[in-house]
């Protein structure tokens, strides 16, 4: 729907959604009936926002994924230029190519069609495991639900034809695999997530200080592997290229487009106002917003490894470790001068722990609500139309595209009120043992992507 009408639809649909789970639960509705209800009011949220097709339909497929897989196989020429696009081109390490050639190799729209499959399905894949490893009941499966389907993040990443919600799918693979203890498929899973995203290196890091050593060492043979031999076929030029284009730029100017949503790009809207909300360049803010910008990410940044810290003294790594991941997904949600909206799939965690609460902690309703007035600012859809009056163009490009980082800033400061839960040992982290724990649909609905057992 192009018009400015899709905010407040999109936000009713979400209220409505909440209202009816929570109504329907209340009169003892069947938790299938419930998530089946869930599903058909995100595939409605859904296209409401995409109904018709826009124009960047399949965009980053059709501009980054497809002519890079094609190149990968021939053309490292062709490679190279879409390197040296920056954003606007191919942004991983030249190797990842190899992964989008089976579909590049595919006739057009056949490919088109298979690659947006494979992340509808990754989308709901998501849901299902988030579900399974958080035990999340019938409300809080029934709301995510809905996210994954329904979400500006969640139909904004799958239209534009990007990868975020694969890369989340494989950090929650690669948490179930840390709670028990499966280290290197664990370090492998999460390598694997930081050669699409780069900035999800960061678990290394996390790893690394955690002290789960085998992790660390099975994360770094598959990203040193990986480095080597894509230097090894495309030449170190490329990857010189790659650094000058992709990294360094994200590193040192801020991008202040409608679809960034770090601190940098939040904080540069409101100072420098709206005129590059259509504008993918990074450019160098005035002395004062860098400034606010730097107190703003140490400040974060402090919140966060406090809270880290906090966890790690507590000595029990498999109880917090699906809360101290979503602390760690908090820095590339918020810190790096680049975080596109896209991005905000990977608060689904966040949003399901701060949903679900704890056991032993009283959940006070203003909680609850700020759990879920989080969730309805980072679902909002992620949109701009450049033909606004200008009164509008100054209050949307200033305030309105960056509700979703408030969103995220609401979940950051839950997850902290949760951490001083835990340290002062009034509640616990209520992990169960993953063989007790529920499937997406209870009973399980009898199909094959849903579990193994509900296979007769």
């Given amino acids: 729907m192009f018009s400015i009408l899709i905010y407040p639809i999109c936000l009713i649909m979400f209220a409505l959604c909440v209202g009816a789970v929570t109504f329907l639960q209340a009169r003892g509705v069947s938790h299938n009936k419930i998530l089946v209800l869930a599903g058909f009011l995100g595939v409605l949220t859904f296209l409401a926002q995409y109904f018709p097709p826009p124009w ?8 980054a994924y497809l002519p890079a897989g094609k190149a990968a196989v021939g053309d490292h020429a062709a490679l190279a230029q879409l390197l040296s696009e920056g954003v606007l081109g191919f942004v991983n390490l030249p190797i990842v190519a190899f992964l989008f050639t089976p579909v590049a190799v595919m006739p057009f729209v056949l490919g088109e ?32 639900l809905f996210l994954a389907i329904g979400s500006g993040p ?3 990443n799958l239209f534009l034809g990007n990868t975020s919600q694969s890369v989340m799918l494989l950090i929650v693979w690669a948490l179930a695999a840390f709670i028990n203890k499966r280290d290197y498929t664990a370090g492998a899973l999460f390598a694997c997530a930081a050669l699409i995203k780069p900035a999800l290196i960061i678990f290394g890091v996390y790893a690394l200080l955690r002290g789960r050593w085998k992790v660390t ?3 770094g043979i598959v990203c040193v592997t990986a480095t080597l031999a894509s230097i090894l076929i495309f030449g170190w030029p490329m990857h010189a290229l790659w650094l000058e284009q992709t990294i360094l730029p994200a ?6 487009a409608h679809n960034v949503q770090s ?12 005129e590059n909300l259509l504008q993918w360049v990074p450019i160098h803010l005035p002395d004062l917003a860098s400034a606010i910008i730097r107190v703003l990410q140490l400040i974060c940044a402090v919140v966060i490894i406090t809270s880290l810290v906090f966890l790690a003294r507590l000595n029990r790594t498999e109880q917090t470790a699906p809360l101290e991941v979503a602390f760690v997904l908090m820095i590339p949600l918020l810190i790096p001068n680049l975080s596109w909206s896209h991005y905000l799939i990977w608060a689904f965690l966040p949003i399901a722990l701060c949903l679900r609460g704890m056991p032993g902690l009283r959940q006070a309703t203003s909680i609850q609500w700020l759990a879920l007035i989080a969730a309805a600012l980072i679902a909002q859809p992620i949109e701009w139309w450049p033909w606004f009056p200008p009164i509008v163009t100054e209050i949307f490009g200033r305030v309105i595209v960056s509700l979703p980082f408030v969103g995220v800033v609401i979940l950051l400061s839950l997850m902290v009120k949760m951490t001083l839960a835990i340290r002062a040992g009034t509640a616990e982290t209520g992990l169960i043992p993953e063989s007790d724990r529920q499937t997406a649909f209870s009973p399980p609905l009898k199909i094959p992507f849903v579990t193994r057992g509900a296979v007769k």
Wanted: glycine content about 10%; cysteine-free.
């Fill in 251 to 256: 590193l040192d100017g801020t991008i202040l």
């Fill in 154 to 156: 969640a139909a904004y």
């Fill in 217 to 219: 060492l099975s994360g």
């Fill in 113 to 144: 069609v298979v690659f947006l499959a494979i992340g509808a399905l990754a989308g709901v894949l998501l849901w299902r495991e988030l579900a399974k490893l958080l035990d999340l009941k019938t409300r809080e499966s029934a709301i995510l």
């Fill in 263 to 274: 601190i940098s790009g939040v904080v540069g809207r409101a100072i420098v106002g709206p």
């Fill in 56 to 63: 960047y339909l399949m965009e980053d497929y059709e501009k």
